[in-house]
């Protein structure tokens, strides 16, 4: 499209000459293609509107002069704009507080929204080939020193980087491409209507307050549509936001082309659809979404066509509910009224009116018609009111372009000779404004419009930022109404103002009274987070529960975060409550089934240490070296006693007293217990008469040999405790980890291994030696007892080391209570429950005479 700009600039070049009437009735000669409306003032303000949308095709041959063609297609809302810049342009000159002593006046042409029609129509403008009628004498058009226009970025671009050379200024009211803003490239350019950069703004934080985190994207192919995307994929990438896709609508686009844009529309899984095009194509588009019945999504209009009553009749139910961004609207007094004429009188023989009623009513303002068709005379109460929906929002842009070009022209005849701002102060020229002086000017402009708006340039030629948010309602009587239920507002501050009334809006899509979702993952509720598919976009992602300790207490949480020290998750992951604190105490079941045993043995104990006191004269008792059986049932009552020191919440005294109290009483009776192995096994292998082997294992010796077993483990035990005593811990444990454990570490795990290794090693030796006595005389076995006991204490102990590697918590230290208080209980019932048997029970064989009777 820009090479097709460029050769019609050419083309006019080529041929640029002064053109004069013939006839003195002639009314205006016109370089564009529908048709120019012209008003002689001292002041000439040009106007590009694309009151038609289909320009003819360009001769590119360049063997022949160019035929002017005639553009085709009237819109009726460009249309207005146009009306719009008369209807100031009057207003002005009916203001005597406004250039008093000067008239504006107006030359608008059709720009037929082409860049080649728009290029055409603007030199001609400024280079004087436009011809008009002064009385009865044809002259030349006067100069035009500033163009108000064009409503496309494409063509607006073109405008300025082709007029910019000579410093005409342009003032556009619809062009808002964000490229425009570049100073460099475009420094007489100007506009009413805010930068994209700020609709995008906008567009973002309604995506982001509706939570529509997967959307589509179609834009036209010019610049408006391609800055616009880009623009927006740069808000959106600070965003959790995604687009699914984006397409383009080609500017000459086939229906498979069409076709293949709705069907993709169809098949995705976002249901908000954003648009960056102008009207025209968004029309071409939208008609096939009606041939389509594609009715379940949410449009999002941009200011192109966000206020547009074209596209109603084309798919009026499946736009219903669309949301847009609207420029604000204002109701300028006298405009509304003015605009339902669409003609002014004084231009009733103009070929664009002509055109235009021609196109829209079918109906002829004059003797003939542009067409040459027999069509009825118009009879003058022709209105605009039933062409569908009309928001002035654009109209008040046109109206603020006209006012700011007048307080410019006031400013420069307020200067006064010798201060102006010029090369030795000097002052503007009037009679003859220069474009360049003109363009200083309006750059600087500041002033309130009548309606109590302040308007301004800012150092990139944009106004301050304000829209409208614009919702698309269907009337009862099938009428399109845009119904303002929100806006934008960057003029307030840093921080943009962002209202929506959520109670006002009509939702588009099949279900008009729910908001609809268009996410490509459902959220994660709270207790997960967010993992992010592979080869996908952020927002397609799996909700994965967080790990146990971890939480995530809102919803779509990135990532869980680790519950404090001493705080665990709850079961859903949404909270860290305070752990529990473990450990084998009194209370527990466990803790009190071990107290119950322990007491029981240690009663027990004192109860067979008791019968035994009281038959010590007794010949079993005496029998069984009474002294080592006291000494081992004492030993044994600390052993059951011990186990009360496991139970209860460790302290640095508990822990060091159960370790070493367990083995040193476990010593003492495991050496008594091996003392009396010894005795019995010499005294009953030693076959000769008066042999001296006796008075080695007499009652001295054994004392020393229990003192000595036992100063062993002592001495273990003190440089046990001097060096890296048992002190209590913590640890993670119970159910899910959800709990702390107290228990009491061993400090020194050689320490540990030392004391259990001394007390298996004794065990063994006694086991052995009890083996090879088994067979002694059945009346007084025993050896045969103690065999058994340290069958089963070795059995115990060895079944203690794996289950006490492997139990959790507190369970580790109810294993090795319950090691203690078994071996505890087998020696006591194996070595003692026979003796009790007879003490108690059969006393009449508690007889010297049955006891020596083999």
């Given at each position: 499209?820009?090479?097709?700009?460029?050769?019609?600039?050419?083309?006019?070049?080529a041929?640029?000459?002064?053109?004069?009437?013939?006839?003195?009735?002639?009314?205006?000669q016109s370089?564009?293609n529908?048709?120019?409306?012209y008003?002689?003032g001292?002041?000439?303000?040009?106007?590009l509107?694309?009151?038609?949308?289909?320009?003819?095709?360009?001769d590119?041959?360049?063997?022949?002069?160019?035929?002017?063609?005639?553009?085709?297609?009237?819109?009726?809302?460009?249309?207005?704009?146009?009306?719009?810049?008369?209807?100031?342009?009057?207003?002005?000159?009916?203001?005597?507080?406004?250039?008093?002593?000067?008239?504006?006046?107006y030359?608008?042409?059709?720009?037929?929204?082409?860049?080649?029609?728009?290029?055409?129509?603007?030199l001609a403008m400024?280079?004087?080939?436009?011809?008009?009628?002064?009385?009865?004498q044809?002259?030349?058009?006067p100069?035009v020193p500033?163009?108000?226009?064009?409503?496309?970025s494409?063509?607006?671009?073109?405008?300025?980087?082709?007029?910019?050379v000579?410093?005409?200024?342009?003032?556009s009211?619809?062009?808002?491409?964000?490229?425009?803003?570049?100073?460099?490239r475009?420094?007489t350019?100007l506009?009413?209507?805010p930068?994209d950069?700020?609709?995008?703004?906008?567009?973002?934080r309604?995506?982001?307050?509706?939570?529509?985190s997967w959307?589509?994207?179609?834009?036209?192919?010019d610049a408006?549509g391609?800055?616009?995307?880009?623009l927006?994929?740069?808000?959106?990438?600070h965003?959790?936001m995604?687009?699914e896709?984006l397409?383009?609508?080609?500017?000459?686009?086939?229906?498979?082309?069409l076709?293949?844009i709705?069907?993709?529309?169809?098949?995705?899984?976002?249901?908000?659809?954003v648009?960056?095009?102008?009207?025209?194509?968004?029309?071409?588009?939208l008609?096939?979404?009606a041939?389509?019945?594609?009715s379940?999504?949410?449009?999002?209009a941009?200011s192109?066509w966000?206020?547009?009553?074209?596209?109603?009749?084309?798919s009026a139910?499946?736009?219903?509910?669309?949301?847009?961004?609207?420029?604000?609207r204002?109701?300028?007094?006298?405009?509304?009224?003015?605009?339902?004429?669409?003609y002014p009188?004084?231009?009733?023989?103009?070929?664009?009116?002509?055109?235009?009623?021609?196109?829209?009513?079918g109906?002829?303002?004059g003797?003939?018609?542009?067409?040459?068709?027999?069509?009825?005379?118009?009879?003058?109460?022709?209105?605009?009111?039933?062409?569908?929906e009309?928001?002035?929002?654009?109209?008040?842009?046109?109206?603020?372009?006209?006012?700011?070009?007048?307080?410019?022209?006031?400013?420069?005849l307020?200067c006064?000779?010798?201060?102006?701002?010029?090369?030795?102060?000097?002052?503007?020229?009037?009679?003859?404004?220069?474009?360049?002086?003109?363009?200083?000017?309006?750059?600087s402009?500041?002033?309130?419009t009548?309606?109590?708006?302040?308007?301004y340039?800012?150092?990139?030629?944009d106004?301050?930022?304000?829209?409208d948010?614009?919702?698309w309602?269907?009337?009862?009587?099938?009428?399109?109404?845009?119904?303002?239920v929100?806006?934008?507002?960057?003029?307030?501050?840093p921080?943009?103002?962002?209202?929506?009334?959520?109670?006002?809006?009509?939702?588009?899509?099949?279900?008009?009274?729910?908001?609809?979702?268009?996410?490509?993952s459902?959220?994660?509720?709270?207790?997960?987070?967010k993992a992010?598919q592979?080869?996908?976009?952020?927002?397609?992602?799996?909700?994965?529960?967080c790990?146990?300790?971890?939480?995530s207490n809102?919803?779509?949480?990135?990532?869980?975060?680790?519950?404090?020290?001493r705080?665990?998750?709850?079961?859903?992951?949404?909270?860290c409550?305070?752990?529990l604190?473990?450990?084998?105490?009194?209370q527990?079941?466990?803790g009190?089934?071990?107290?119950?045993?322990s007491?029981?043995?240690?009663?027990?104990?004192?109860?067979?240490?008791?019968?035994?006191?009281h038959?010590?004269?007794?010949?079993?008792?005496?029998?069984n070296?009474?002294?080592?059986?006291?000494?081992?049932?004492?030993?044994?009552?600390?052993?059951?006693l011990?186990?009360?020191a496991?139970?209860?919440?460790?302290?640095?005294?508990?822990?060091?007293?159960?370790?070493?109290?367990?083995?040193?009483?476990?010593?003492?009776?495991?050496?008594?217990?091996?003392?009396k192995?010894?005795?019995v096994?010499?005294?009953?292998?030693?076959?000769?008469?008066?042999s001296?082997?006796?008075?080695?294992?007499?009652?001295?010796q054994?004392?020393?040999?229990?003192?000595?077993?036992?100063?062993?483990?002592?001495v273990v035990?003190?440089?046990?405790?001097?060096?890296?005593?048992?002190v209590?811990t913590e640890?993670a444990?119970?159910e899910?980890?959800?709990?702390v454990?107290?228990?009491?570490?061993?400090?020194?795990?050689?320490?540990?291994?030392?004391?259990?290794?001394?007390?298996?090693?004794l065990?063994?030796?006694?086991?052995?030696?009890?083996?090879f006595?088994r067979?002694?005389?059945?009346?007084?076995?025993?050896?045969?007892?103690i065999t058994?006991?340290?069958l089963?204490f070795?059995?115990?102990?060895?079944?203690?080391v794996?289950?006490?590697?492997s139990?959790p918590g507190?369970?580790?230290?109810?294993?090795?209570v319950?090691?203690?208080?078994?071996?505890?209980y087998?020696?006591?019932?194996?070595?003692?429950?026979?003796?009790?048997?007879?003490?108690l029970?059969?006393?009449?064989?508690?007889?010297?005479?049955?006891?020596?009777?083999?």
């Open positions: 499209m820009a090479v097709t700009a460029w050769l019609w600039a050419l083309e006019l070049l041929v640029m000459v002064w053109v004069h009437c013939v006839e003195p009735s002639c009314t205006l370089r564009s529908s048709g120019t409306l008003k002689e001292d002041v000439i303000i040009g106007g509107f694309p009151v038609h949308f289909n320009a003819p095709e360009p590119h041959s360049f063997t022949h002069r160019a035929q002017r063609g005639h553009c085709q297609g009237a819109d009726l809302r460009s249309y207005r704009w146009l009306l719009t810049m008369i209807f100031t342009v009057e207003e002005i000159n009916r203001d005597p507080a406004l250039l008093p002593n000067l008239t504006l006046g030359l608008a042409a059709d720009s037929c929204l082409s860049e080649g029609s728009t290029l055409s129509a603007a400024v280079t004087g080939q436009e011809e008009a009628v002064s009385g009865e044809c002259i030349s058009a100069s500033v163009i108000i226009g064009d409503a496309r494409a063509a607006s671009i073109v405008l300025a980087d082709t007029l910019g000579f410093d005409i200024p342009l003032v009211y619809l062009a808002s491409c964000a490229c425009l803003s570049d100073r460099s475009f420094p350019f506009r009413t209507v930068s950069a700020f609709q995008t703004k906008a567009i973002a309604l995506l982001s307050l509706m939570g529509w959307i589509g994207v179609i834009s036209g192919d408006y391609r800055s616009g995307v880009q927006l994929l740069k808000e959106l990438d965003s959790s995604c687009i896709y397409e383009v609508i080609p500017k000459s686009a086939p229906q498979s082309r076709k293949h709705v069907e993709r529309i169809q098949s995705s899984k976002a249901k908000v659809v648009t960056f095009a102008i009207g025209p194509d968004v029309e071409v588009l008609g096939e979404v041939k389509q019945n594609l379940d999504r949410q449009w999002i941009t192109a966000s206020t547009s009553s074209h596209h109603v009749a084309v139910v499946c736009l219903t509910g669309t949301l847009g961004f609207a420029l604000r204002v109701d300028i007094q006298g405009l509304d009224s003015y605009l339902t004429q669409l009188e004084k231009h009733l023989q103009d070929s664009l009116v002509q055109n235009v009623l021609e196109e829209v009513f109906c002829r303002p003797e003939q018609t542009q067409t040459g068709a027999s069509v009825p005379q118009c009879t003058g109460l022709e209105k605009g009111e039933g062409q569908g009309v928001y002035s929002d654009i109209n008040y842009n046109v109206y603020k372009a006209v006012y700011a070009i007048a307080y410019a022209v006031q400013d420069m307020a006064k000779p010798g201060q102006g701002p010029f090369e030795d102060g000097e002052c503007p020229e009037i009679k003859s404004i220069r474009p360049k002086q003109l363009l200083h000017y309006l750059k402009v500041k002033f309130t009548p309606v109590g708006e302040l308007v340039f800012d150092k990139n030629g106004p301050a930022a304000s829209y948010i614009i919702n309602h269907l009337g009862s009587k099938g009428k399109m109404e845009f119904i303002k929100g806006q934008f507002d960057a003029t307030r501050g921080e943009p103002d962002f209202q929506l009334d959520l109670k006002k809006v009509v939702w588009g899509g099949s279900h008009s009274d729910e908001v609809p979702v268009s996410v490509c459902e959220s994660c509720p709270p207790g997960t987070r992010v592979k080869g996908k976009p952020i927002c397609c992602y799996d909700c994965v529960p790990a146990t300790g971890e939480i809102v919803t779509d949480s990135t990532e869980c975060s680790k519950c404090p020290e705080f665990w998750s709850n079961a859903d992951r949404t909270d409550v305070p752990m604190v473990e450990f084998l105490s009194f527990d079941n466990m009190i089934i071990l107290s119950v045993l007491v029981s043995g240690a009663t027990l104990t004192g109860t067979i240490l008791a019968a035994f006191l038959h010590r004269d007794t010949p079993l008792v005496r029998a070296n009474s002294e080592l059986s006291f000494l081992l049932l004492l030993s044994l009552k600390l052993c059951f011990c186990a009360l496991f139970i209860g919440r460790p302290a640095p005294w508990s822990c060091m007293l159960r370790h070493t109290l367990f083995g040193i009483s476990f010593v003492v009776c495991l050496a008594c217990v091996l003392s192995t010894v005795v096994l010499v005294a009953f292998r030693s076959t000769l008469p008066g001296s082997v006796m008075r080695y294992f007499g009652p001295v054994q004392r020393v040999g229990i003192l000595l077993c036992t100063l062993v483990q002592v035990c003190v440089l046990w405790l001097v060096l890296a005593p048992p209590p640890s444990g119970g899910l980890g959800a709990r454990v107290l228990l009491c570490a061993v400090g020194s795990v050689a320490g540990f291994s030392l004391v259990l290794g001394y007390i298996g090693l065990s063994a030796v006694c086991f052995l030696l009890a083996f006595a067979k002694l005389p059945d009346n007084f076995n025993e050896a045969k007892f058994f006991s340290m089963i070795c059995a115990v102990w060895i079944a203690f794996p289950a006490y590697v139990s507190k369970y580790t230290v109810a294993v090795e319950f090691a203690i208080l078994a071996s505890s087998g020696l006591l019932l194996c070595i003692f429950a026979p003796k009790c048997y007879i003490i029970l059969r006393p009449e064989k508690n007889l010297k005479k049955n006891i020596m009777v083999k």
